[in-house]
């Protein structure tokens, strides 16, 4: 199986305003990324979601307006004949010291539990060194995708990790070798 766990912020989407996504309003694409996603699924890749939401744990929103932030996201997805399989999250805030806020390893696990697969099977692209710390500790393949919420490519990237400056380059250089991931080694 042909697995990519894609972050949402700053990869998916472009970054808020105020460093979140809180409502479906805020909610816009990063330029490529929907039909970067419809290319994945039309090559046979499972495309899940795992992101940190802070702003739960905070209270700057509720579970509805994650809701319906995710049901855009679905929408704006299928209008482009892409579909995302899953959306896993951590509602926790950064002290609450829970095992699922990205770096730790919780949401991956989940997500490879889920889908049957090991580690070293998974992509994880992401444009937050948190997103690919988290795919280390499974051993997936890593990919930096776009520029934090500072607009910067951290310096700080686990070992092995690649980069590109967005989620269409990197689809564009994984899927001309028929989608199996051979062209990112």
Same mark, same amino acid.
């Given at each position: 199986?042909?697995?990519?766990?894609?972050?949402?912020?700053?990869?998916?989407?472009?970054?808020?305003?105020?460093?979140?996504?809180?409502?479906?309003?805020?909610?816009?694409?990063?330029?490529?990324?929907?039909?970067?996603?419809?290319?994945?699924?039309?090559?046979?890749?499972?495309?899940?979601?795992?992101?940190?939401?802070?702003?739960?744990?905070?209270?700057?929103?509720?579970?509805?307006?994650?809701?319906?932030?995710?049901?855009?996201?679905?929408?704006?997805?299928?209008?482009?004949? $892409?579909?995302? @399989? %899953?959306?896993?999250?951590? !509602?926790?805030?950064?002290?609450? &010291?829970?095992? /699922?806020?990205?770096?730790?390893?919780?949401?991956?696990?989940?997500?490879?539990?889920?889908?049957?697969?090991?580690?070293?099977?998974?992509?994880?692209?992401?444009?937050?060194?948190?997103?690919?710390?988290?795919?280390?500790?499974?051993?997936?393949?890593?990919?930096? $995708?776009?520029? @934090? %919420?500072?607009?910067?490519? !951290?310096?700080?990237?686990?070992? &092995?990790?690649? /980069?590109?400056?967005?989620?269409?380059?990197?689809?564009?250089?994984?899927?001309?070798?028929?989608?199996?991931?051979?062209?990112?080694?």
């Amino acid at each position: 199986m042909k697995l990519a766990i894609l972050d949402r912020d700053g990869t998916l989407n472009q970054w808020g305003a105020q460093g979140f996504i809180g409502h479906p309003g805020d909610w816009v694409a990063v330029p490529g990324a929907m039909e970067a996603v419809a290319r994945l699924n039309r090559a046979g890749w499972h495309v899940v979601i795992a992101t940190n939401q802070p702003g739960l744990g905070r209270g700057l929103f509720d579970v509805l307006e994650l809701n319906a932030v995710h049901a855009k996201m679905h929408r704006e997805l299928a209008a482009m004949g $892409a579909r995302v @399989d %899953a959306v896993f999250y951590c !509602p926790h805030a950064p002290d609450e &010291g829970c095992r /699922c806020r990205k770096p730790g390893p919780a949401l991956f696990e989940q997500i490879a539990e889920r889908y049957g697969v090991e580690g070293r099977s998974i992509w994880a692209i992401g444009s937050g060194v948190e997103h690919l710390q988290a795919g280390s500790t499974l051993g997936a393949h890593l990919v930096f $995708a776009g520029s @934090d %919420a500072s607009g910067a490519v !951290p310096v700080q990237l686990p070992a &092995g990790a690649v /980069c590109y400056p967005d989620l269409n380059a990197v689809v564009c250089d994984l899927l001309p070798l028929g989608g199996d991931g051979k062209a990112l080694s």
